[in-house]
């Protein structure tokens, strides 16, 4: 596999967007982000390649601030390519059921149209991915619509660095989020190692997490 493909493929964003997950191959993610206010939040992602054209995942992002579970949303969900001959970049379709839980407790519906792309700056290989998501309450609660976007680059075989902007809006209030961050991997096939920080409304943030193929 030429290398601009491995810089691509072996530092995917938790959430592959529009690259399909090589067929019996897995992806398992651990992430927590902990805010200067005393806030923290964690998140578990997995996928896996069913077929070639097939991809099961399933994601729960929580309120851990209290050592326990707390309010949260948790989703299954599949994806699918959307084919397009002879282009450099990725289109694909994801479709979920999920619901909150803690406090309340709401089934969703959600949808997700993914943009994906190999790129080359600085005469280094990497990636570019963007994401728009709705997130469809079927009850009374509000919809949320999601825009996330992802530039990595590869600096050599242990380090990749990755910048994330995220857009939310719920009920009509807007939030951007930015997120810099720096993924090791000791060695190959081994786990790799996400430290970030992220910045929304004036409140800076520490993430750490761990992403893991198999």
Do not use: C, D, H, N
């Given at each position: 596999m030429p290398f601009f493909l491995l810089s691509i493929f072996g530092a995917w964003p938790a959430g592959a967007g529009a690259w399909m997950r090589e067929h019996g191959t897995g992806f398992l993610s651990y992430s927590g982000v902990y805010q200067e206010t005393g806030k923290l939040d964690g998140s578990v992602y997995l996928e896996y390649g069913l077929r070639p054209k097939l991809t099961l995942g399933a994601k729960v992002d929580m309120d851990m601030t209290y050592g326990r579970a707390g309010n949260g949303t948790g989703f299954l969900f599949?994806?699918?390519?959307?084919?397009?001959?002879?282009?450099?970049?990725?289109?694909?379709?994801?479709?979920?059921?999920?619901s909150t839980f803690g406090d309340n407790s709401e089934s969703l519906l959600r949808t997700v149209l993914s943009y994906g792309r190999g790129i080359k700056a600085w005469d280094r290989y990497g990636w570019l991915a963007i994401d728009g998501t709705v997130e469809w309450a079927l009850g009374d609660g509000p919809d949320t619509l999601k825009l996330d976007t992802t530039f990595g680059l590869t600096l050599n075989d242990r380090f990749k660095v990755m910048m994330q902007m995220f857009v939310s809006d719920t009920d009509g209030e807007?939030?951007?989020?930015?997120?810099?961050?720096?993924?090791?991997?000791?060695?190959?096939?081994?786990?790799?190692?996400?430290?970030?920080?992220?910045?929304k409304d004036g409140v800076l943030a520490l993430?750490?997490?761990?992403?893991r193929s198999f």
């Open positions: 599949l994806r699918k390519p959307i084919l397009i001959k002879e282009r450099e970049y990725k289109i694909a379709y994801e479709l979920g059921i999920g807007t939030g951007p989020t930015l997120a810099p961050s720096i993924i090791w991997q000791p060695r190959p096939k081994a786990p790799s190692f996400v430290v970030g920080i992220e910045g993430k750490l997490g761990m992403w």
